[in-house]
């Protein structure tokens, strides 16, 4: 029986210092049916050149500079994979990280597969071990009013069938980094797609000074918000309501440490700079691990 292919889209901006152990660490997994597709989104420094050294194993697309959601969505459109995996040139896949998220998918329909991950440095050396809440005994309505609280998934650990794609796709936002949760917010609600934590650590995610994601996080948890009524405005009118009175209700239930938390990253973002949003980096880490 052949096996399923899996498509790796990796969107490339100015990420000379870190691509080519990224390539490596997905060239050597032991499920080898895989296709990379790396798009360079009009990089100015020499990531189309490493990328080049790799045009035997990869496809490599190239645009002028359109952003994110423009990269992946063109890494999509080319793609001929049953399944989809949208991989960050900073970080690592472990060497079963495929063969592992694809059997775990494989038992589900419409469903979303994530894992644990690693906290690594500039030279890869673990900081710590990050454990995601195990939702997996909740319904999609309770899981749902995780995500509209805030929940994030670390995009990097995600499996997601190709066949979901076709209803839901990646926006261009004003906030790159909200891009992942907007996607997931939208499958989500608008296409009843379940999610399914499998609690190993699976890739090396990559913490450092020049990172997106690490940078204007104020901004981004103000964004969020209007994410979630753009997506909430798209469904019935009475599941909106019953979504709106349960987070409530959830909200009320939060233990003094998660309050006490949220109060001190509100505080600390009065002031956002790149030290606040270390600490902020910091809060919202230890949030998600006690939700």
């Known amino acids: 029986m052949k096996s399923e292919l899996v498509s790796i889209v990796i969107p490339v901006y100015n990420s000379e210092r870190y691509l080519e152990k990224c390539i490596n660490s997905i060239i050597s997994q032991s499920y080898k049916n895989i296709?990379?597709?790396?798009?360079?989104?009009?990089?100015?420094?020499?990531?189309?050149?490493?990328?080049?050294?790799?045009?035997?194993?990869?496809?490599?697309?190239t645009q002028k500079n359109n952003g994110l959601a423009s990269s992946l969505n063109l890494g999509i459109d080319k793609m001929n994979g049953d399944w989809f995996k949208w991989f960050s040139p900073d970080d690592l896949m472990q060497n079963q990280t495929i063969e592992i998220l694809l059997k775990e998918a494989k038992k589900y329909?419409?469903?979303?597969?994530?894992?644990?991950?690693?906290?690594?440095?500039?030279?890869?050396?673990?900081?710590r071990e990050f454990h995601e809440s195990d939702y997996n005994s909740l319904s999609n309505f309770d899981f749902n009013i995780r995500l509209l609280d805030g929940q994030q998934i670390?995009?990097?650990?995600?499996?997601?069938?190709?066949?979901?794609?076709?209803?839901?796709?990646?926006?261009?936002?004003?906030?790159?980094?909200?891009?992942?949760?907007?996607?997931?917010?939208?499958?989500?609600?608008l296409h009843q797609t379940k999610f399914r934590l499998i609690p190993k650590q699976l890739i090396n995610y990559r913490i450092h000074s020049n990172q997106m994601s690490h940078k204007n996080i104020t901004k981004t948890l103000d964004y969020i918000s209007q994410i979630k009524d753009n997506v909430l405005a798209q469904i019935d009118e009475s599941l909106q309501k019953k979504?709106?009175?349960?987070?409530?209700?959830?909200?009320?239930?939060?233990?003094?440490k998660r309050k006490t938390m949220e109060l001190g990253m509100k505080l600390i973002s009065a002031t956002p700079s790149w030290v606040s949003d270390r600490i902020l980096t910091f809060y919202l880490n230890k949030i998600r691990q006690n939700r």
């Open 154 to 189: 670390n995009v990097n650990t995600t499996l997601i069938p190709s066949s979901l794609l076709e209803k839901c796709r990646f926006r261009e936002l004003d906030d790159l980094v909200a891009i992942d949760y907007d996607f997931f917010l939208s499958c989500a609600l």
């Open 109 to 127: 329909q419409n469903t979303i597969i994530y894992s644990n991950w690693n906290i690594i440095d500039e030279n890869e050396i673990t900081i």
């Open 243 to 256: 979504y709106f009175n349960q987070l409530q209700l959830y909200q009320k239930t939060k233990s003094p």
């Open 35 to 61: 296709e990379i597709i790396a798009i360079d989104d009009g990089s100015t420094d020499s990531s189309l050149k490493i990328l080049k050294k790799y045009s035997n194993e990869i496809k490599i697309l």
